[in-house]
């Protein structure tokens, strides 16, 4: 099928059948079945692995299918930090629209709504978690790379999740760095699972050639 392979991809759940390891973080995350969770216990190494892909994770303006079970790991592995820091985003995000609204416009927003409903639908949109709207993930972004003053070719990789969380306290604030992650995560939360069935009825040559 072609493609890079990272370490990521090796990670192989499997059944618990011995105490935890010292450092493990235990994630709750959504099973197959209805109304229940499962428990994940991550150790060290594999925690490290996680952090590498979420500052790897590519920037992107809209959401993007992602492998279920990957997403809700990395979601659920991110969720402690991000609303620890999810307020202060929000905030700031808020802010910039309502200080800088002509940059908002030179980027093919409308006056009325960069100068109405925007700020406060990017401040609402970080807070609820998740989502679906394409649009609201385009409200975020715009606004996190203009207020970044980042250039595009540096976002795809960041220190974040590996460096400068483990010495950001809550409600500091946000290095430019700091926002670029927490947005790209943020991108994640509004992601949808990729779901294989939607292959089911296409031909099989098409998934092998």
Avoid at 32 to 41: A, C, I, R, V
Avoid at 147 to 155: A, G, P, R
């Amino acid at each position: 099928m072609g493609g890079k392979v990272y370490e990521v991809d090796f990670l192989l759940a499997r059944p618990m059948h011995e105490e935890t390891a010292s450092g493990a973080v235990k994630l709750r995350l959504p099973s197959t079945e209805k109304n229940t969770q499962l428990s994940m216990f991550v150790p060290a190494p594999e925690q490290r692995i996680l952090e590498q892909t979420l500052d790897s994770l590519p920037w992107s303006t809209l959401s993007w299918s992602i492998h279920r079970g990957l997403r809700d790991i990395l979601v659920a592995y991110a969720k402690p930090t991000m609303d620890e820091h999810r307020h202060v985003l929000a905030s700031r995000l808020r802010e910039f629209i309502k200080g800088h609204p002509q940059q908002l416009e030179a980027n093919e927003w409308s006056a009325e709504f960069v100068r109405g409903a925007m700020a406060e639908l990017a401040a609402k949109s970080v807070l609820a978690g998740s989502g679906n709207s394409g649009d609201s993930v385009r409200v975020v972004t715009d606004a996190a790379l203009l207020l970044s003053e980042m250039d595009l070719s540096v976002l795809d990789e960041t220190n974040f999740w590996r460096q400068e969380r483990q010495i950001l306290s809550k409600g500091s604030s946000l290095s430019k760095n700091a926002i670029i992650a927490l947005t790209k995560c943020f991108v994640l939360e509004w992601s949808n699972e990729f779901d294989y069935q939607m292959y089911h009825d296409l031909p099989p040559e098409l998934l092998f050639h």
